[in-house]
């Protein structure tokens, strides 16, 4: 077994701190890399502090890793030491049923997550990100460009695969007009892809001083939610409208954004139920209201390839391992712009 070292949760109420642990040696087809830089997604959070209730303690979080290969298996042929690589969401899944063959693994019903998973290699729970090291399967490894930002990139793990799945599903391009709800971690990506993928983009926003930051980042306009005549001004407007925002919310004051078969993907899992919406806002309009999971092996790296061809990487705050319980507080508080990553070359053993 390998001795590793990261910041674990040992319990929920108890800031993150130093914790050892053994990852299993590389078999024939895993990778081992050296992680460099890894993401903060605000679920990291919610499952530190076991808010989804599904937490194993200790917990090691982090899904948006970044970093080098430093040993390959005996049947590794997509990898060889020394090149850039990264890990997101998953490590892992059946590769029988219909959802992975179809390269949707993240729909499969036997995924292993990064981290707080059963791992069927060591029968015990995964360990994430906030770590020194970590071995997968090379299915489940990505190919990073090091034409970028490698901090910048590791967002795009998560965020960055959250937001240009359901756009790409949608078929979102050049002629659309398509809404953004929220400027956050996932918000900002999904503005960048929408503006990159030519559609006109519109951010929706409870901050008015949020408008400068959506402009930057690609937006033709900026609507305050909470302006009613504003959000009259575009009714049945928007083929399709990404929601980002996971606090429980009204939908229907965007549902009735949509024109006829318009539709909105949610893509922010909320701690409650959003109000019911309308029945008949969809029914009148045959509108659709949607959801989207991050996105599959495939496609993420497809997304990495169009990053770097469109140098489109996440807008970071670079931290210091020991600083993670001060972030977690301020994500509370939205003051980030618009992602924490770590450098792991803080992280002391």
Avoid at 22 to 45: A, K, Q
Avoid at 93 to 112: K, L, M, N
Avoid at 115 to 134: E, R, V
Avoid at 216 to 236: F, P, T, Y
Wanted: proline share 5%; net charge negative; with cysteine.
């Amino acid at each position: 077994m390998l001795k590793s070292y990261g910041y674990a949760a040992y319990n929920p109420q108890t800031p993150l701190r130093t914790f050892h642990f053994e990852r299993r040696e590389p078999g024939p087809t895993d990778v081992r890399i050296e992680i460099l830089y890894c993401g903060v997604c605000h679920s990291d959070l919610h499952q530190a502090r076991n808010e989804w209730n599904g937490s194993t303690f200790p917990i090691v979080p982090g899904h948006e890793i970044v970093g080098k290969v430093i040993e390959v298996g005996s049947q590794v042929a997509s990898f060889k030491i020394g090149d850039l690589a990264g890990v997101g969401c998953m490590v892992d899944s059946c590769g029988e049923c219909p959802d992975c063959q179809d390269h949707q693994e993240q729909f499969c019903a036997d995924t292993v997550f990064t981290y707080n998973s059963p791992d069927k290699h060591t029968g015990k729970i995964t360990y994430g990100g906030y770590s020194n090291q970590i071995v997968v399967d090379q299915g489940f490894v990505l190919h990073v460009s090091d034409n970028l930002n490698l901090a910048a990139v590791a967002p795009l793990l998560c965020a960055g695969i959250t937001t240009y799945s359901p756009l790409r599903h949608w078929r979102v391009g050049k002629g659309d007009k398509v809404g953004i709800v929220g400027l956050g971690g996932l918000g900002h990506m999904g503005v960048k892809f929408a503006h990159a993928f030519g559609a006109e983009v519109v951010l929706f926003t409870t901050s008015p001083g949020k408008e400068a930051d959506a402009r930057r980042l690609g937006a033709d306009d900026v609507v305050i939610s909470k302006n009613a005549e504003a959000m009259a001004k575009h009714l049945q407007s928007f083929d399709f409208i990404l929601n980002t925002v996971a606090a429980p919310h009204d939908l229907d004051q965007y549902l009735s954004l949509l024109k006829r078969d318009g539709t909105m993907c949610l893509v922010g899992v909320p701690s409650e139920p959003h109000p019911s919406p309308n029945v008949g806002n969809l029914i009148f309009r045959r509108r659709t209201l949607a959801g989207s999971l991050i996105g599959g092996i495939r496609e993420t790296q497809e997304m990495l390839d169009f990053c770097a061809e469109h140098n489109i990487v996440s807008d970071i705050e670079l931290i210091a391992m020991p600083a993670i319980n001060d972030a977690y507080e301020r994500m509370l508080k939205s003051d980030v712009k618009y992602r924490f990553v770590i450098d792991m070359a803080t992280l002391q053993a």
